[in-house]
């Protein structure tokens, strides 16, 4: 499996962006897709997931604020992030995860900054 992220940038405190992956190769229809975070000293923390049924999975810290979605095609997911706060700041991975087996994206870069 492979996958392409694209959309990360500079934006404002208070601004928004969207990024997309999209999943090419051998997928299996029972999986889970999602987002990744890692801010420089930090591990690596979940920003949003979305299985196969579309039901959503995200942290404390961005309820209410991002948003994943799924595509007409399935294979590709989004994530809106709204009202981003200087603390989102961090490479961005797209992660597909489907029967034991992690496959991950290249970083899109994040930065949150006035």
């Known amino acids: 499996v492979q996958l392409q992220a694209s959309g990360g940038g500079l934006v404002q405190p208070g601004g928004s962006l969207r990024l997309s992956c999209a999943a090419s190769g051998r997928i299996f229809i029972d999986n889970v897709m999602g987002w990744y975070r890692q801010a420089p000293g930090k591990e690596r923390e979940l920003v949003a997931a979305?299985?196969?049924?579309?039901?959503?999975n995200y942290p404390e810290s961005v309820k209410g604020r991002f948003t994943i979605s799924r595509g007409n095609a399935k294979n590709t997911i989004y994530l809106q992030m709204n009202n981003l706060k200087p603390e989102d700041t961090a490479a961005y991975y797209c992660n597909f995860a489907s029967r034991g087996i992690d496959y991950w994206g290249q970083g899109t870069l994040v930065t949150v900054s006035s």
């Open positions: 979305i299985d196969s049924g579309g039901s959503t």
